[in-house]
């Protein structure tokens, strides 16, 4: 487990394959609150209080979570004065309405992750084929990226048409990867569509191509 301190009201949590087998937890665990989930999160705030004076009892807090891999996890949590500050930081990192306000006690927190993590896939549910996903906007298209940055490695191209964005993603290198967290996550934040070879080849002929290559490389380290 590796805890670091972002600033005074905010903690970063890393939590890999050894932290969660040596306590017995599936990343599916963290999404429903089960009791070892539970003891996980409370050693984890007892830890930070003991490393860096984090104190986060009777305060509300924001969860944050990025699987990085089917069987590790990243967890940012945030100190908030006032609950509806959370609804504000929402809109600056372009989440979506289903995150909720923690306000329950510390045992109870860990059930706002079931959006973000799933159980470890079967070999034939890790990444092997194309995706397409429909972009009201460049900034959806660009938090998406941000999003998957670190579970996606394949080629990837930007078209628009139609004043919507859409990208095509190749099969994914990355075979730990889980697909269905992959795509609850681009699911986020776009639409997901048909990648056949008849839309890719569409929107070769009619739509604008912004970015022929890495685009998602491109969208999070120059947008």
């Known amino acids: ?7 005074d009201t905010q903690i970063r949590v890393t939590l890999n394959h050894s932290d969660l087998q040596n306590r017995d ?19 984890m705030m007892a830890k930070a209080y003991e490393d860096f004076g984090f104190e986060a009892e009777n305060v509300p807090l924001m969860i944050e979570a990025v699987p990085l891999s089917t069987d590790s996890i990243m967890i940012v949590v945030t100190k908030v004065d006032d609950p509806n500050q959370i609804e504000e930081r929402l809109e600056a990192i372009g989440e979506r309405p289903t995150h909720r ?24 549910n890790t990444a092997s084929h194309t995706l397409m996903y429909t972009f009201k906007n460049l900034e959806d298209v660009t938090h998406a990226s941000c999003y998957i940055q670190h579970l996606y490695f394949g ?4 078209y628009k048409y ?3 964005y859409f990208m095509i993603l190749e099969p994914n290198k990355n075979k730990k990867t889980n697909t269905d967290i992959l795509k609850s996550m681009l699911s986020e934040f776009g639409e ?18 912004l970015i022929a290559s890495n685009a998602l490389d491109i969208l999070v380290h120059y947008l």
């Not at 990648?195 to 002929?205: G, M, V």
């Open 1 to 7: 487990m590796k805890i670091e301190k972002i600033s």
């Open 101 to 124: 306000t923690f306000k329950e006690s510390l045992e109870n927190k860990l059930s706002d992750l079931q959006a973000l993590a799933k159980e470890t896939p079967k070999a034939s």
């Open 162 to 164: 139609d004043n919507q």
């Open 155 to 158: 080629e990837t191209t930007l």
């Open 192 to 209: 997901e569509g048909t990648a056949s070879d008849l839309n890719e080849t569409f929107l070769k002929e009619h739509a604008k191509v």
């Open 25 to 43: 937890i599936k990343i599916g665990e963290l999404a429903y609150g089960s009791t070892k989930a539970q003891a996980l999160f409370r050693d």
